[in-house]
């Protein structure tokens, strides 16, 4: 079975879409969206080989060779340009996510929907799609294992069109502050809390111009939260 976080991932993929999985690990995503009919053709890439070789072992003891393509690369440089119509991207961190898609703009031609699921900084991706004409049209943040992911999808389009307050709405998602769950409030109310420990940590060290810009910055996010949750 699926976790929730990986199927939220593919209840965002357009039914009949060619599929890039771009760090698959298992490859338990393409195989489930294909066993789905969700996708009509997936690929799996990965660069590290542990990796690799259990996304082909997955795919052919679940005998989908046909429709499955595993591939070994670096980010999008698996993909041949027009091979794809989605892409999703799970299970890392923001800013690599961020990189992986630019370090593949080329590959993005032709590719219409990406959806993306940060583990931390998801401000990077949104900063990302906003400077590289991608309009983000959903967001969902969920818990599993104690773990709180979010998820977000992004079509071209007009990229300011979600926002409405800049700042706020980068770092914590204009759709998720709308919907304000019971998880995001946990989430944001968690990461305010890590952010006092730091800032009252910062306070007692000695002070520099360096220190003084971070904790200006961890001040700021802190009121930005506070303004959100208090709404
Ligand atoms: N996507 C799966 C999921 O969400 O369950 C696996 C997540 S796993 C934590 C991250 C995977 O991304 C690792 O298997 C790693 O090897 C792969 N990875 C990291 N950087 C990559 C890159 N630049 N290109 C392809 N794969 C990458």
């Known amino acids: 079975k699926l976790s929730h976080r990986l199927e939220t991932v593919a209840s965002f993929i357009p039914k009949g879409s060619k599929i890039a999985d771009i760090g698959s690990d298992h490859a338990y995503l393409p195989c489930f969206a294909i066993e789905k009919e969700i996708a009509s053709f997936a690929i799996a890439g990965e660069v590290v080989d542990g990796p690799y070789q259990s996304a082909l072992n997955q795919v052919k003891a679940s005998e989908l060779d046909e429709k499955v393509s595993v591939r070994k690369g670096n980010g999008l440089e698996v993909i041949s340009q027009g091979e794809v119509d989605c892409i999703t991207i799970a ?5 690599l996510i961020a990189t992986i898609l630019e370090n593949g703009k080329q590959k993005l031609e032709g590719v219409n929907r990406l959806v993306l699921q940060p583990n931390v ?10 400077d590289h004409g991608w309009e983000l049209v959903a967001e969902k943040i969920l818990e599993e294992d104690k773990k709180i992911y979010e ?3 992004a079509e071209r389009g007009n990229t300011r069109k979600p926002y409405s307050n800049m700042e706020n709405e980068l770092l914590l998602g204009p759709f998720l502050i709308k919907e304000k769950s019971d998880v995001f409030i946990k989430k944001w109310t968690q990461e305010a809390d890590q952010w006092k420990k730091i800032y ?16 200006s910055v961890i001040e700021r996010k802190i009121k930005i939260v506070e303004e959100v949750l208090q709404k």
């Open 200 to 215: 009252a940590q910062m306070k007692d060290a000695e002070q520099n111009d360096e220190l003084k810009k971070k904790r």
């Open 91 to 95: 299970g890392m961190g923001g800013t």
């Open 121 to 130: 900084s998801a401000i990077s991706i949104r900063k990302w799609l906003l």
């Open 151 to 153: 998820v977000l999808v």
